[in-house]
């Protein structure tokens, strides 16, 4: 399947540049020459990263009765990671070029060295992706805690916390948003592959008999997710791996893939783990994580279903998707087509000019709008130049206040896609925007 994005090689710059300039992401620490493989994100990018974040709880959690959420613990003792199989296997293969001396993945390299074109490499040995840290004031093995590389573990741990206070039965899911950390050879392709980034993780607990339904349930549930945020349907695919390629605790996994400028990559994956993580814990903390079904009088262990994605890779992705460059009136305009739930302004209101008596106004039509939807409020130059600011970040509707606004008690709305511009009575305009966004 070709790729739109194969016809402009300059687009990940383009997507970069734009996310600097226009406030959504800088380089961290970036007045002491920045910290490798780690961002932050500004006025924009927090609010869109917000929206990801808020779209997936709701898709999630909020419209499912058989999902709870949790907010479990970053840091995490060496138990936890021991027996969950990632102080022994969460490892890349890791070279040193014997001319340039830089240090890769081998695993992402092809033999041949990105730096200085060599191809004589140290022997491979396995490098352990998580950080270690200490936790209290001692040093020694005693103190040893890790930051969590994913949050489905702090799931696992808490399942029997969570059917006995919520009392939910097989299947049901427990749900998380959070930061992780991995301490990654190779951290690349600007927010794509960084040491610190946010995770949107589910596990889904199922009889085992019905594990393979629930897991081609969620494929099609999660890829279609990206499909209803905006995502043309020709930058998305399935890649289900081959059996020799799955994790250790996989018994089946798809990829939802994405085209990025680099070609096809992960967006987020679908795993059906069995019920290794349950029985892992089980055996390592003498607890049992079990499910007794009273109607079959049966205890079994559950299998797991999981979606991970991560918050961060998927704001990017929804970028690159929505960046469109355009002519309108004879100019070149540079527009994201963001879906209105995930642009980081859904409206903003531009009175014609300082005068008093449009402010007055404007700011009542502010007034009307803010408590429903993230709105800015912009005064400064032309009101072409202010429209193309809107454009650029996605803004879905521009609400132009003008002087007729004094009389007839009506103003300009402008979509950002058609550029088509109508006349509504301020009286009107909460349930007009409200229509537009298809909320009721």
């Given at each position: 399947?070709?790729?739109?994005?194969?016809?402009?090689?300059?687009?990940?710059?383009?997507?970069?540049?734009?996310?600097?300039?226009?406030?959504?992401?800088?380089?961290?620490?970036?007045?002491?020459?920045?910290?490798?493989?780690?961002?932050?994100?500004?006025?924009?990018?927090?609010?869109?990263?917000?929206?990801?974040?808020?779209a997936?709880w709701?898709?999630?959690?909020?419209?499912?009765?058989?999902?709870?959420?949790?907010?479990?613990a970053?840091?995490?003792?060496?138990?936890?990671?021991?027996?969950?199989?990632?102080?022994?296997t969460?490892?890349?293969?890791?070279?040193?070029?014997?001319?340039?001396?830089?240090?890769?993945?081998?695993?992402?390299?092809?033999?041949?060295?990105?730096?200085?074109?060599?191809?004589?490499?140290?022997?491979a040995?396995?490098?352990?992706?998580?950080?270690k840290?200490?936790?209290?004031?001692v040093?020694g093995?005693?103190?040893?805690?890790?930051?969590r590389?994913?949050?489905?573990?702090?799931?696992?741990?808490?399942?029997n916390n969570?059917?006995?206070?919520?009392?939910?039965?097989?299947?049901?899911?427990?749900?998380?948003?959070g930061?992780?950390?991995?301490?990654?050879?190779?951290?690349?392709?600007?927010?794509?592959?960084?040491?610190?980034?946010?995770q949107?993780?589910?596990?889904?607990?199922?009889?085992?008999?019905e594990?393979?339904?629930?897991?081609?349930?969620?494929?099609?549930?999660?890829?279609?997710?990206?499909?209803?945020?905006?995502?043309?349907?020709?930058?998305?695919?399935?890649?289900?791996?081959?059996k020799?390629?799955?994790?250790?605790?996989?018994?089946?996994?798809?990829?939802?893939?994405?085209?990025?400028?680099?070609?096809?990559?992960?967006l987020?994956g679908?795993?059906?783990?069995?019920?290794?993580?349950?029985?892992?814990?089980?055996?390592a903390?003498?607890?049992k994580?079990?499910?007794?079904?009273?109607?079959?009088?049966?205890r079994?262990?559950?299998?797991?279903?999981?979606?991970?994605?991560?918050?961060?890779?998927?704001?990017?992705?929804?970028?690159?998707?929505?960046?469109?460059?355009?002519?309108?009136?004879?100019?070149?305009?540079?527009?994201l087509?963001?879906?209105?739930?995930?642009?980081?302004?859904?409206?903003?209101?531009?009175?014609?000019?300082?005068?008093?008596e449009?402010?007055?106004?404007?700011?009542?039509?502010?007034?009307?709008?803010?408590?429903?939807?993230?709105?800015?409020?912009?005064?400064?130059?032309?009101?072409?130049?202010?429209?193309?600011?809107?454009?650029?970040?996605?803004t879905?509707?521009?609400?132009?206040?003008?002087?007729d606004?004094?009389e007839?008690?009506?103003?300009?709305?402008?979509?950002r896609?058609?550029?088509?511009?109508?006349?509504?009575p301020?009286?009107?305009?909460?349930?007009n925007?409200?229509?537009?966004?298809?909320?009721?």
């Amino acid at each position: 399947m070709e790729s739109a994005f194969e016809t402009d090689p300059e687009l990940l710059e383009k997507v970069i540049n734009l996310a600097k300039r226009r406030g959504f992401i800088f380089q961290s620490a970036e007045i002491y020459g920045g910290f490798r493989s780690t961002y932050d994100y500004g006025p924009l990018g927090v609010n869109m990263l917000r929206n990801v974040k808020a779209a997936w709880w709701r898709e999630m959690v909020q419209m499912r009765l058989d999902v709870v959420g949790i907010d479990a613990a970053i840091l995490g003792p060496p138990a936890v990671w021991a027996a969950s199989g990632h102080l022994e296997t969460f490892t890349d293969p890791l070279v040193d070029c014997r001319k340039c001396k830089e240090r890769w993945r081998e695993d992402k390299i092809d033999g041949v060295c990105p730096k200085c074109g060599s191809t004589e490499f140290t022997e491979a040995r396995a490098f352990n992706l998580m950080f270690k840290t200490q936790a209290g004031p001692v040093e020694g093995e005693g103190a040893t805690a890790y930051l969590r590389p994913e949050t489905a573990q702090g799931m696992f741990t808490n399942f029997n916390n969570v059917i006995s206070t919520i009392r939910k039965k097989p299947p049901f899911g427990i749900a998380q948003i959070g930061k992780s950390f991995r301490n990654e050879i190779t951290p690349q392709n600007f927010v794509f592959r960084t040491r610190e980034f946010e995770q949107m993780e589910m596990e889904f607990f199922v009889p085992p008999a019905e594990a393979e339904q629930w897991y081609r349930y969620w494929i099609d549930q999660r890829f279609n997710w990206y499909l209803n945020l905006g995502i043309p349907s020709d930058m998305l695919r399935l890649h289900e791996h081959a059996k020799e390629d799955l994790s250790h605790y996989s018994r089946g996994t798809t990829d939802v893939e994405f085209a990025y400028p680099w070609g096809w990559d992960e967006l987020e994956g679908i795993a059906n783990r069995g019920d290794y993580d349950l029985t892992q814990h089980s055996n390592a903390s003498g607890t049992k994580l079990e499910y007794f079904d009273q109607a079959a009088n049966e205890r079994y262990t559950p299998y797991v279903i999981e979606p991970a994605a991560g918050a961060t890779r998927a704001m990017m992705a929804f970028l690159l998707a929505a960046y469109h460059e355009d002519e309108v009136e004879g100019e070149t305009r540079t527009v994201l087509r963001l879906d209105w739930r995930l642009a980081p302004y859904q409206i903003a209101v531009l009175p014609l000019s300082k005068k008093p008596e449009l402010e007055g106004v404007s700011r009542e039509v502010l007034s009307i709008l803010q408590p429903y939807f993230a709105c800015d409020y912009d005064v400064t130059q032309s009101i072409g130049r202010r429209y193309r600011r809107q454009d650029e970040v996605g803004t879905p509707y521009c609400i132009t206040v003008d002087f007729d606004s004094l009389e007839d008690r009506a103003v300009t709305v402008r979509d950002r896609d058609t550029t088509e511009q109508v006349r509504v009575p301020i009286g009107d305009l909460l349930a007009n925007m409200r229509a537009r966004t298809n909320q009721h």
